[in-house]
């Protein structure tokens, strides 16, 4: 079994040091190196510091960069940093080499020359190039270099884009392969793709066709680009930069190179035509308006504000090439678009719209179906492969093939042919066989059609993961409109909420107690608490609490509040295991559940807080009771107590978020004895049902908690004073000193004379009872008005 413990990652640019980040994220040790600095005479200046500077300012500047490359800060320490012309030799006590400087095959190849004179025998190489074919990398490299090494393609930011496409040549061992597409998924956490040794390999080979083609769409059908990037954006299933955006994102000169590329280097590639630069892309590239890195691209921000305070952004007229005010779109295809929730049907809708709108997302996709259709066997052997990289590569919600599935594959095949595209010869011969889709769901199982076979095989590698998509043939042991439980196998349920952006309301807390009754009674091993979807849960039902407080319906919002506090706590004291499956955001009443679980596997890209301060409240539902008890069950004999105390009050009152899994064990949000990272989001509620079942074997049902030391009045005085300072500090306005007194008094059980033991449920009715009169209070009531309206948080 080969194990990973070290790695030196050669290159410290943008993606160099990334990659070294990522890596340390997961635990390794990385030896980061890069040049000398040029000016530096070779001998004369033996200062490390200087000698390794390129190295250092790149990390530092990497750690510092938003959104933050490391799941934790204190990570850095697993990096160290060098340069090639000290510290090369000391890759012979690593194991995988990973190449990253810039994209010139001479100076790489003159850096492998190097890498196969120092590594020792076995040693992974690799090289994160985008566009340069592995396989010419390899030129004189011994054979144990040649055999161990591939291409392992990193998309930017590594931690964040889910995507690494690995790359063998024809020398690689297929051990070796087989290694970097396990490893790549279960420890690095990404969806790992088997890609050929063709330009741009598979995700920036379609990815680009689609840009491409989108440019060429838009001037033909009359669209301007705040239309197009509306168009392709959320309506689709796709990321909010739409298409133009993404060129500004990306860079122009980055693009237009790889557009360039394909076209220079792929001339069998039928649709090569759309890759032509169009004219207002060249005058963008002559003026050098590149995009974000430049200030200025098909957008431009300028210093005047709109109504709402926002920085006006104007856009690039594509006839006039001058920048105009950007207008909000209001094609009747978007309005389509936002009437419908689930997005293969939305997709559909906006396909038939008959509107420009329509028009450029039918061509646009008639266009993409043909040519992911002629790109198997060339860039894939398998469509799952093309799907699977466009999605993790590019953030799409719905690959090519996925797509062509929405809208009905003969159908567009029909149109596709009517438009003048060309349609791969297998597309027909699978619906001629009776074959109507791409994929199928069987079983709780899903199978993709093979080419060669000409049948559905189980897509390779889901059998780990655990998609509830693929449990929506079967029955569901229990459903209502806004949670449905699933049987996942061995035992296990798992209850997925369904609610819009999974807030928790009253279905979901029926849903969750009935799940767990129905767990309890059953013959039933325990309880998943877990979705696929982009988040966990955004929290409460803000708008439920916000109609009872406006109508002072008290007794109905206590009951409300009280229901809430309620599950929590039957999760927590409930005969079965419960465990919960995160992703994503993880907020309030979500992050207040999942502590009150026996476990919470968490991907490491969970964000996780309790964020009740920005709409002037307190966690009601059970999460200051919680910080109360873990509070208290850190204390220990001789202990101070306060700073402890002190530490969880500014945990609420701050509203602080953890920004990764790894991060929420620093916050006091999830517990080393019970809880885990899963590093890859799709294998959360899988790993998730392993915990239940390693539970179940020996569950005791806990007993309600009588003895959680409070800190009284001696408490709340220093908390108090801990509220002064976030005043004095300018952290919080009088509005939060109100809540922060709240929040302090629930923590430290009230006005008590001393120190003592009370019960959770006593903590429960503080805590309820804070919750509610912040309810009434007219600066929380702006604050949640605000919060619905906006989106976020207002400071009154």
């Known amino acids: 079994m080969r194990r990973i413990t070290k790695v030196a990652v050669l290159g410290s640019g943008v993606m160099g040091s990334g990659i070294a980040c990522h890596l340390a994220n997961i635990g390794l040790q990385v030896l980061l190196l890069d040049i000398v600095p040029p000016n530096i005479a070779e001998g004369k200046v033996n200062d490390k510091a200087t000698r390794n500077s ?83 990398m390899l030129e004189g490299r011994s054979e144990d270099f040649r055999e161990h090494f591939c291409g392992t393609h990193f998309f930017n930011p590594p931690r964040y884009m889910r995507l690494l496409e690995i790359i063998p040549t024809n020398e690689t061992r297929r051990d070796i392969v087989d290694f970097f597409m396990k490893y790549g998924d279960v420890y690095l956490g990404k969806q790992t793709v088997l890609a050929k040794d063709t330009p741009a390999f598979i995700a920036n080979r379609v990815g680009v066709y689609a840009m491409a083609k989108i440019y060429q769409l838009t001037t033909e059908i009359g669209l301007n680009i705040s239309e197009v990037d509306a168009l392709t954006g959320p309506a689709i299933g796709r990321p909010n930069t739409g298409t133009f955006r993404l060129g500004d994102l990306v860079g122009h000169d980055t693009a237009a190179k790889v557009i360039q590329g394909i076209k220079d280097n792929c001339p069998n590639d039928e649709q090569a035509g759309a890759f032509e630069i169009p004219g207002y892309l060249k005058f963008l590239l002559e003026n050098n308006f590149l995009g974000n890195k430049t200030g200025q691209g098909f957008y431009k921000k300028t210093n005047e504000k709109d109504e709402k305070g926002k920085t006006k952004v104007l856009a690039l007229n594509l006839k006039t090439l001058e920048y105009e005010h950007n207008s909000k779109p209001s094609l009747p295809s978007l309005g389509v678009a936002k009437q419908i929730e689930d997005l293969p049907k939305r997709v559909k809708a906006v396909f038939a719209a008959e509107d420009k709108g329509g028009e450029l997302v039918r061509r646009s996709l008639l266009g993409l179906f043909a040519y992911v259709s002629n790109r198997i066997p060339e860039i894939a052997n398998d469509l799952y492969s093309i799907d699977d990289a466009l999605r993790a590569g590019f953030a799409w919600d719905l690959g090519p093939f996925e797509y062509w599935d929405a809208v009905g594959v003969r159908s567009a095949l029909s149109l596709a042919e009517a438009q003048g595209e060309k349609i791969a010869p297998w597309v027909k011969e699978m619906l001629e066989a009776g074959n109507e889709t791409f994929y199928k769901r069987e079983a709780g199982k899903r199978f993709f059609y093979n080419i060669n076979l000409r049948a559905y095989k189980e897509v390779p590698g889901t059998e780990s993961f655990v998609i509830l998509d693929n449990y929506r043939d079967k029955k569901p042991v229990y459903q209502n409109p806004e949670a449905t439980l699933h049987d996942i196998g061995d035992g296990v349920l798992c209850l997925e909420f369904q609610s819009k952006a999974n807030t928790i309301g009253e279905g979901v807390l029926r849903g969750m107690n009935d799940s767990i009754k129905i767990a309890e009674e059953g013959d039933w091993k325990g309880l998943v608490i877990g979705n696929n979807a982009k988040n966990f849960s955004v929290g409460a039902n803000l708008m439920m609490v916000a109609m009872m407080a406006y109508e002072q319906e008290w007794e109905q919002l206590n009951f409300a509040v009280k229901m809430f506090q309620n599950t929590t706590m039957r999760c927590r004291y409930s005969s079965i295991p419960v465990v919960a499956a995160t992703q994503g955001y993880v907020f309030g009443g979500a992050c207040e559940t999942i502590m009150h679980c026996d476990a919470a596997i968490c991907a490491a890209e969970s964000y996780i807080g309790l964020v009740e301060v920005g709409v002037g409240l307190l966690p009601g539902g059970a999460g200051t009771k919680d910080l109360a008890v873990r509070a208290s069950d850190s204390f220990f004999e001789g202990d101070v107590h306060l700073p402890t105390l002190i530490e969880k009050f500014k945990t609420i009152a701050l509203a602080q978020v953890a920004t990764s899994a790894h991060e929420a064990f620093r916050h006091g949000y999830l517990l080393r004895n019970k809880d885990s990272v899963a590093l890859n989001a799709m294998r959360n509620i899988a790993e998730a049902k392993q915990k239940v079942l390693e539970l179940s074997d020996n569950y005791v049902q806990p007993i309600e908690r009588q003895d959680v030391t409070v800190l009284g009045r001696g408490g709340l005085a220093a908390l108090y004073v801990a509220a002064n300072e976030l005043k004095l500090g300018n952290y919080a306005s009088d509005h939060d000193i109100k809540i922060a007194k709240k929040i302090a008094f629930v923590l430290c059980g009230g006005d008590l004379t001393g120190s003592q033991q009370v019960s959770e449920q006593y903590l429960l009715d503080l805590e309820r009872e804070a919750f509610l009169s912040l309810c009434g209070e007219q600066k929380t009531l702006e604050r949640i008005q605000y919060m619905l309206t906006n989106n976020k948080p207002l400071r009154n």
């Open 54 to 136: 390129f190295a250092n300012n790149s990390l530092a500047a990497a750690i510092k960069s938003k959104p933050a490359p490391l799941y934790d800060s204190a990570f850095a320490s697993r990096i160290t940093t060098g340069n090639f012309d000290d510290d090369l030799p000391k890759i012979k006590e690593y194991d995988w080499v990973i190449e990253v400087v810039v994209e010139r095959l001479d100076i790489k190849r003159q850096l492998f020359e190097k890498v196969d004179q120092f590594r020792k025998k076995g040693t992974l190489v690799t090289s994160n190039t985008s566009g340069i074919p592995i396989h010419m």
